[in-house]
């Protein structure tokens, strides 16, 4: 790990971002959230919670306890009151009279279509939970989903919820083995699949993933496999083991009465990868959960009746389940979801979808904000996005320039941004402007929102002053925290909290910039450290990107004799430009411009020692980009595990386009 050092005030002008938007007055008048909400949590901060657990959450029985730290970090939050997550996501909301809202709005990649009510969702979600019973499977069992984009998803999620079991979701794109070794942690009993999903125009199987995972070791203990039928293909079975799921649903009742469970009960488990090979099972329970996920979804995106939600996540990450699946459909809202990629059948397919829905409220990745940026302006120019009246954004740092773009081409200039920082293991958001009280700043994701700690520290857990650099850090327990790993106490302990005693280390850089606003640097192993100064990758980044030419870049730190680290970045050239570098004479004149606009945006010290152009970079199929990989390549070696990339061929297209003028 670097350790953060004094900045140097070379570098601070990237970051010391001037442009600032105060909220419009109507739409301040109108929110959600007030400036007061930030006194009232921070005189009371407990029963601010219980406020919003009381307000938001239906429970069974009333709980008395709000947090009971004694067993510290494993948190307890309103212990000692029972509820359950599916009552509260779609029961509740029937019998409030909502039966006729839309609850989904699914659109297929093909372009099929589904209008999923509350009533429908409470009909679906019963025959599952009944399913699932008539399966063996009970409170405490672990059932893992492997499932596209469906409504079938959000249904066997809640399903599970139902019946108490806690289910553990592992995105559709992840290969056999990775979902082998996640059934052989959780020792789940029943796995959820599809025999496939569409994918960039074309069906993609999913069954034979399932079949080879359980075919290997570990995988023993599961009993049987629902398949949901998607896309029709031809689909090897194993009688006895495997099951449809609509013959499992056609016969079971649509009367389900919910399993109450302590607040405490574990709702899933999502495995997230940790810096060893071994996969975490991040746990979550249920009361604490829904109770920030619901408040936060309800106050940072400014949800009003009549809003249209469209969270882009998949099911399979975080993202997903607490703003697609668990905010949302507790707070009753009506949103969008869709099985497939952003540029089939052509690049205009969500602005399609947000013109044909009249979606209000966006949330994406900074990533895929910047492949709409290179696709062009025109594209989007071409759809009505007036509906468009708050736009969030999370997964990594967001570049000035991306945020300009998103809030310009997209947001009509005037829609404000939330740049949401969290983790799967804090559950919800913690750090984020409120629309219509912040003022935001392009590329920070500024305050912890009311009711969260949190703070820059530098290497002796001492807080940074404004101005200065360190980690991320937060301070008290928080109701949607993680209550540990699956399985596992001891590494959660020296995972997240033996770097700092009694302080939950989030393993991100930050700093804090004037006015005391929190802007976060990437995760601490992508800071480097060059002959002894701070940099961090996300401000070259920055730096790169707000060049005309650049469409994408990505910054590593490679081992050098002399400075500790030198500083090699990776470019892709915007389409008009990618000529551009096609000869040796070419590369050169252009890693020399870059070097030369990095300099004077951040100052020498940032320059690039190598600038590569390339067609692609690697990244996850969370869309972050994998650095160890390209490191690898920036040390000449061979290049490590790519088994977790998007694209696995991405890494041969890199190398074979190295050459020229490196
Ligand atoms: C929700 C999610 C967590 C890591 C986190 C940080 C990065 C997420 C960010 C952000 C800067 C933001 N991250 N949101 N960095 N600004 N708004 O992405 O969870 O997949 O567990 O990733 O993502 O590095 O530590 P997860």
Not at 40 to 59: K, M, N, P, V, Y
Not at 600 to 624: D, H, M, Y
């Amino acid at each position: 790990m670097t350790t953060p050092q004094p900045e140097t005030a070379g570098l601070e002008n990237l970051l010391h971002e001037t442009r600032s938007f105060p909220p419009a007055p109507d739409f301040a008048a109108a929110a959600n959230a007030q400036a007061s909400l930030y006194n009232a949590a921070q005189a009371d901060r407990l029963g601010f919670w219980a406020t919003q657990a009381r307000e938001l959450i239906s429970w069974h029985t009333p709980f008395t306890q709000t947090l009971d730290w004694s067993d510290a970090p494993v948190a307890r939050w309103f212990a000692d009151g029972t509820l359950n997550a599916a009552y509260n996501a779609v029961d509740r909301h029937v019998e409030a009279g909502h039966g006729d809202r839309v609850a989904i709005h699914f659109e297929g990649e093909p372009g099929d279509t589904r209008t999923v009510t509350y009533a429908d969702l409470q009909r679906e979600v019963a025959r599952a939970a009944n399913a699932l019973a008539a399966l063996g499977v009970s409170k405490g069992d672990r059932v893992v989903i492997y499932l596209p984009m469906l409504v079938e998803s959000v249904v066997a999620m809640l399903a599970c919820a139902r019946i108490g079991a806690p289910h553990s979701v592992v995105f559709g794109g992840f290969s056999a083995d990775a979902l082998r070794s996640r059934i052989a942690d959780a020792q789940a009993t029943l796995v959820i699949t599809a025999d496939g999903g569409y994918r960039r125009g074309a069906p993609s199987a999913l069954k034979p993933a399932v079949d080879e995972a359980l075919a290997g070791e570990g995988a023993e203990t599961v009993k049987h496999v629902l398949v949901v039928r998607r896309t029709g293909q031809e689909t090897a079975w194993t009688p006895g083991r495997d099951i449809w799921w609509h013959d499992a649903l056609e016969s079971a009742d649509t009367f389900h009465e919910p399993v109450w469970v302590d607040a405490e009960h574990p709702l899933f488990i999502l495995y997230t990868s940790g810096t060893t090979g071994r996969p975490k099972g991040i746990l979550h329970t249920t009361g604490g959960y829904l109770t920030q996920a619901a408040y936060t979804h309800q106050t940072v995106f400014d949800l009003k009746d009549g809003d249209v939600f469209w969270c882009t996540a998949d099911i399979g990450w975080v993202t997903g389940h607490s703003y697609v699946v668990y905010g949302p459909l507790t707070n009753g809202a009506t949103q969008v979801l869709y099985e497939g990629t952003p540029d089939t059948p052509h690049r205009g397919r969500w602005w399609e979808l947000i013109e044909k829905y009249r979606v209000s409220i966006l949330y994406t990745a900074p990533t895929a904000i910047r492949t709409c940026m290179k696709w062009g302006d025109d594209i989007p120019a071409a759809y009505d996005l007036s509906s468009l009246r708050v736009l969030g954004s999370v997964g990594e740092p967001i570049n000035p320039e991306a945020w300009m773009w998103y809030r310009r081409v997209i947001g009509a200039d005037k829609t404000p941004i939330v740049d949401t920082w969290w983790q799967t293991e804090t559950g919800a958001i913690m750090i984020s402007p409120l629309p219509g009280v912040t003022a935001t700043k392009p590329g920070s994701a500024q305050v912890p929102v009311p009711g969260i700690s949190a703070d820059v520290v530098d290497d002796e857990a001492h807080p940074v002053p404004d101005g200065g650099g360190g980690y991320l850090v937060l301070t008290e327990p928080w109701p949607a925290m993680l209550r540990g790993i699956w399985g596992d106490r001891q590494r959660y302990e020296d995972t997240y909290w033996s770097r700092f005693r009694g302080l939950y280390f989030a393993g991100d850089g930050a700093k804090r910039d004037d006015d005391g606003d929190i802007w976060l640097l990437g995760r601490v192993d992508d800071v480097m450290n060059v002959s002894g100064h701070r940099l961090s990758t996300t401000e070259i980044e920055s730096a790169l990107v707000a060049h005309d030419i650049v469409a994408e870049a990505a910054v590593v730190g490679a081992s050098d004799d002399t400075t500790g680290q030198a500083v090699v970045a990776f470019v892709i050239l915007r389409g008009e430009h990618a000529d551009r570098a096609a000869t040796p004479e070419g590369a050169q004149a252009v890693q020399e411009e870059l070097r030369q606009h990095v300099a004077s945006q951040i100052g020498p010290i940032a320059k690039p020692k190598r600038i590569l152009v390339v067609p692609e970079l690697p990244k996850t199929r969370s869309g972050k980009i994998m650095r160890r990989l390209l490191r690898d390549v920036a040390e000449n070696r061979a290049v490590g595990d790519a088994t977790t990339l998007a694209d696995s061929s991405v890494m041969d297209l890199i190398s074979a386009g190295l050459g020229a003028g490196t």
